[in-house]
């Protein structure tokens, strides 16, 4: 199954984010970790999803537009993990083979942390790229077709389709 930028905005809205404008434009901001981001969506995301870079960029640039709390928390959390994976995988977490990086993950305990946006690392990890990631994926028409939701809420027909 392969995710689109239109899967991102559709996520987005899903979601509630007003930050939608633009998002979908061509503008680069080379300070957004979107490689790193894109690293860890390929670790959690089912082998079977493709198109996960484009995807991740385009939620990634919608999510952080104007959170500026957000993006930082995000900076340094993609810093920190990527300090990890060059000690202990001598390479920076977009190089490391998907296996690596499930290891990476589970190994910093973000597999079983609780989401915490200002706990340890394992905690913040788990609340600005594991759950976030997995909430883009499953609230977008691609992802939610992966689990058997026709109609994400939030979505054109949603509220039709829980009345079947």
């Known amino acids: 199954m392969k995710l689109t930028r239109r899967d991102a905005m559709a996520a987005l809205a899903g979601g509630g984010s007003v930050a939608l404008a633009g998002c979908g434009g061509n503008e680069h901001d080379p300070s957004l970790p979107i490689d790193d981001v894109a690293a860890v969506a390929e670790a959690v995301y089912p082998s079977e999803v493709t198109g996960y870079q484009e995807f991740v960029e385009t939620y990634i640039r919608g999510r952080s537009r104007g959170a500026t ?11 920190d993990l990527n300090a990890i994976a060059r000690e202990w995988f ?75």
């Open 90 to 164: 001598n390479g920076p977490l977009p190089a490391l083979s998907r296996a690596d990086r499930d290891t990476l993950l589970r190994e910093v305990g973000a597999d079983t942390a609780e989401p915490r946006p200002d706990g340890t690392l394992a905690e913040r990890t788990r609340y600005y790229l594991v759950n976030d990631l997995l909430y883009a994926l499953y609230t977008s028409p691609t992802g939610g077709e992966l689990v058997g939701i026709q109609n994400p809420p939030g979505h054109p027909g949603g509220t039709a389709s829980y009345h079947r």
């Open 69 to 79: 709390g957000y993006r930082q928390a995000l900076d340094q959390v993609a810093a």
